[in-house]
């Protein structure tokens, strides 16, 4: 079984910066792909930010400049560097892995969101 656990969300100020942690424990292979996704009230979830093993990265256009995705692959973490946060910016943000277990099935696995707020 694979969990991951998200830290970091809160309440910022517009203009104000926040980061995201994501840890991915149990019986992990290898992960391939990691990832932020966001879901706001009403609206579908939407991917925010991934990155693959090798580095490759891919932003949601509304992200591009102000955040960062990285990645730890000896900690099997992700982390999400959010910078001049807007309003619009206020989800629920839900971290997403990848990959392969020890038994060699691929898993697709969530993890519980963590709420970010940009309010003044």
């Known amino acids: 079984q694979v969990r991951l656990v998200e830290s970091g969300g809160g309440l910022v100020q517009p203009g104000g910066s926040l980061r995201l942690s994501c840890a991915a424990s149990?019986?992990?292979?290898?992960?391939?792909?990691m990832g932020w996704y966001r879901q706001a009230p009403g609206k579908p979830r939407e991917l925010v930010a991934a990155?693959?093993?090798?580095?490759?990265?891919n932003y949601a256009d509304s992200v591009k400049g102000r955040f960062t995705i990285a990645r730890d692959n000896a900690k099997n973490t992700v982390y999400l560097q959010m910078n001049s946060l807007k309003p619009e910016d206020t989800a629920v943000y839900y971290c997403?892995?990848?990959?392969?277990?020890?038994?060699?099935?691929?898993?697709?696995?969530w993890g519980q969101g963590t709420q970010v707020t940009v309010s003044s």
């Open positions: 149990g019986s992990i292979l290898r992960i391939n792909s």
């Open positions: 990155i693959t093993t090798g580095g490759g990265t």
């Open positions: 997403n892995a990848g990959g392969e277990n020890w038994y060699r099935t691929r898993f697709d696995q």
